[in-house]
């Protein structure tokens, strides 16, 4: 059964500019969930998706972050205009419906750096 | 809302000795508490989790214990090999919080012959 995929693995940037990033979640799981982790620092919460609706984006750090997950399969999480800031790996997990606390697999991840 | 704090940062250990990593957390409603290990390069991937109903879990060479009245838990790994090096993270997700999975820091592993 193949993972949790994310596209592209690395990108460079310059500040101002847009980066959209893809998660494919494991088939069937209907939680998908980002996380982002700034250098030498936690791995933060940003949004989980329930199918295609957004079950909580407590996390998002501002309106310049945009998920989407049209038809409740693949996500994408587009930073426009991206800042200096957003550096980082961001993490795509996904997780299969199930009563109470179920494991999220991870993504390899993808290493944003803004310059 | 939840706060993860995990040390050490940084642990060294030789082989065939044991590792602990500490976390402790705040929200006292958490009830589910994952480790992730992340190799270079590699996914973070779930290696043992705990549930608050439970006070130590163990899987062969790793263990995680949990007091729910200090509200830390702990990793154990005894007999460690080289491939034990990694990024150690522990989490927490909050009953009636969704699915969120909180973490702390990361602990840098390090496994020396």
């Known amino acids: 059964e193949a993972g949790v995929t994310q596209f592209p693995s690395h990108s460079v940037i310059e500040k101002g500019q847009t980066v959209t990033l893809r998660c494919d979640p494991i088939?069937?799981?209907?939680?998908l969930y980002w996380y982002r982790r700034v250098m030498g620092k936690e791995i933060k919460f940003l949004l989980h998706?329930?199918?295609?609706?957004?079950?909580?984006e407590s996390g998002m750090p501002n309106n310049r972050f945009l998920a989407e997950r049209t038809g409740g399969t693949y996500s994408t999480l587009k930073v426009q205009p991206a800042e200096l800031e957003d550096s980082g790996v961001y993490f795509c997990a996904s997780s299969q419906v199930a009563g109470g606390p179920n494991e999220q697999f991870f993504g390899p991840g993808t290493r944003l750096t803004v310059l | 809302g939840e706060n993860v704090e995990q040390h050490p940062s940084t642990l060294s250990v030789q082989e065939g000795d044991s590792a602990v990593i500490k976390c402790t957390y705040s929200d006292s409603a958490s009830n589910y508490f994952p480790w992730y290990k992340q190799e270079l390069g590699k996914r973070p991937q779930l290696i043992i989790d705990?549930?608050?109903?439970?006070g130590e879990k163990k899987d062969q060479r790793i263990a995680v214990t949990l007091n729910k009245t200090a509200k830390h838990f702990s990793l154990h790994i005894t007999e460690t090999q080289p491939e034990d090096s990694a990024v150690y993270f522990c989490?927490?997700?909050?009953?009636?919080?969704?699915?969120?999975?909180?973490f702390g820091t990361g602990t840098q592993l390090k496994v020396e012959l």
């Open positions: 705990i549930r608050s109903n439970v």
């Open positions: 998706f329930v199918k295609e609706s957004k079950q909580d």
């Open positions: 989490a927490a997700r909050k009953a009636g919080g969704g699915n969120k999975l909180t």
């Open positions: 088939s069937g799981h209907d939680n």
